[in-house]
T-cell receptor, first 111, second 114 residues
Framework: GENVEQHPSTLSVQEGDSAVIKCTYS??????FPWYKQELGKGPQLIID?????GEKKDQRIAVTLNKTAKHFSLHITETQPEDSAVYFC??????????FGKGTRLSVIA | DVKVTQSSRYLVKRTGEKVFLECVQD?????MFWYRQDPGLGLRLIYF???????EKGDIPEGYSVSREKKERFSLILESASTNQTSMYLC?????????????FGQGTRLTVV
């Protein structure tokens, strides 16, 4: 089955700097790659996703890139703000099957 | 707004008790999931269901069962609670693949087994 590795497990950045979180997946059949943000005391919430027919997707300050050949995808957050502090999870799946999640990255944005 | 509601935010149960965790969604989603979240281990899939009365085992089903008698409700059952089941439990729902794949999560139930 699918296995998703996520790095780093913790990340601290200064406010205004960029943050990058990287994930690799094992199953070449996977074609859906979402990113979730979990704030303290809440359930994870989707922030951006990408399908395997697209190499990059942007939404304001966040972007995701996908390299199918290398089987890795990354989350990029630019101009970080304190409210970006949270735990971020990447996931992978073949559409129609349950998501397999990485272990998470705790991002701290220092004002 | 899609809403996934878990019946309890916090639960404390004794070893050996039968525990029910309830989850209700209001978007008429076919798919529902139960995950367990532990520090350093991420979210691990316990059980999922693609339709009423259907259930499939996930990656860590041992010690758990589920019930889906109605489309909007998916219950996780700990048959005989043990201390190693102390964890955060997250319920999620999603529409059929053809309509989209975003999974919507509840706020979680933090279960402590003593």
């Amino acid at each position: 089955g699918e296995n998703v590795e996520q790095h780093p497990s913790t990340l601290s950045v200064q406010e205004g700097d960029s943050a990058v979180i990287k994930c690799t997946y094992s199953d070449s059949a996977s074609n859906y790659f979402p990113w979730y943000k979990q704030e303290l005391g809440k359930g994870p919430q989707l922030i951006i996703d990408i399908r395997s027919n697209v190499g990059e997707k942007k939404d304001q300050r966040i972007a995701v890139t996908l390299n199918k050949t290398a089987k890795h995808f990354s989350l990029h957050i630019t101009e970080t703000q304190p409210e970006d502090s949270a735990v971020y999870f990447c996931a992978a799946s073949l559409l129609g099957t349950p998501l397999v999640f990485g272990k998470g990255t705790r991002l701290s944005v220092i004002a | 707004d899609v809403k996934v509601t878990q019946s309890s935010r916090y639960l404390v149960k004794r070893t050996g008790e039968k525990v029910f965790l309830e989850c209700v969604q209001d978007m008429d989603h076919e798919n529902m999931f139960w995950y367990r979240q532990d520090p350093g281990l991420g979210l691990r899939l316990i059980y999922f269901s693609y339709d009423v009365k259907m259930k499939e085992k996930g990656d860590i089903p041992e010690g758990y069962s589920v019930s889906r008698e109605k489309k909007e409700r998916f219950s996780l059952i700990l048959e005989s609670a043990s201390t190693n089941q102390t964890s955060m439990y997250l319920c999620a729902s999603s529409p059929p693949t053809a309509l989209g794949t975003e999974a919507f999560f509840g706020q979680g139930t933090r279960l402590t087994v003593v």
